[in-house]
């Protein structure tokens, strides 16, 4: 299981921003590990994978 921090997240998505990142974790869409106290996440390949393929299915029928 691979882990990353919020910047390598973002790249890993594709280039979203931080604003996106921590707005989808808000949002309870995408899964993460709070380390410490604030905006300090660890993000999980998989949880990020199945962020986008579930992202992508649901703009795929919403057009």
Do not use: P, Q
């Not at 979203?16 to 949002?27: D, E, G, Q």
């Not at 899964?31 to 660890?42: D, E, H, Q, V």
């Amino acid at each position: 299981m691979k882990w990353m921090k919020a910047a390598d997240a973002c790249s890993y998505l594709g280039g979203i921003s931080a604003k996106t990142l921590y707005a989808a974790v808000k949002r309870g869409d995408l899964r993460a590990a709070r380390i410490g106290a604030g905006r300090n996440f660890l993000f999980c390949e998989a949880w990020l994978d199945e962020y986008a393929t579930e992202s992508t299915v649901a703009r795929a029928y919403a057009t």
